[in-house]
């Protein structure tokens, strides 16, 4: 089992920066690749990023390429999610997610926290 919380979603300006925290814990955490997700209102939940066990892989979605960056510190156990160049249609619920293999398929991630909002003005 997994548990896991993410945190620091709040408000900000276009072009502005944000950092998301997502903090594991349970017997496999530190062995588990990690990913971000997002759901915007109306949307199907959308792929953000990814990042293996050890953190020497990390894959991106289009969408963020470039202004996103996914890392983790397995000493804390926690992924980051670095949020730079922000859009409104950045505008989302971000889910960290585990044991998904670095797929970008939600439904084949079995673990999930509770989602962090972030919303983007324009």
């Known amino acids: 089992q997994v548990q896991l919380v993410e945190s620091g979603g709040g408000l900000v300006q276009a072009g502005g920066s944000l950092r998301l925290s997502c903090a594991a814990s349970g017997r496999t955490s530190r062995s588990s690749d990690m990913a971000w997700f997002r759901q915007a209102p109306g949307k199907e939940r959308e792929f953000v990023a990814a990042?293996?066990?050890?953190?020497?892989?990390?894959y991106y979605g289009d969408s963020v390429k470039g202004r996103f960056t996914i890392s983790r510190d397995n000493a804390k156990n926690t992924v980051y999610l670095q949020m730079n160049s922000l859009k409104p249609e950045d505008t989302a619920v971000y889910y960290c997610?585990?044991?998904?293999?670095?797929?970008?398929?939600?439904?084949?991630?079995?673990?999930w926290g509770q989602g962090t909002q972030v919303t983007v003005s324009s």
């Open positions: 997610a585990a044991g998904g293999g670095m797929t970008v398929v939600s439904r084949n991630y079995g673990y």
């Open positions: 990042i293996s066990w050890s953190g020497g892989s990390t």
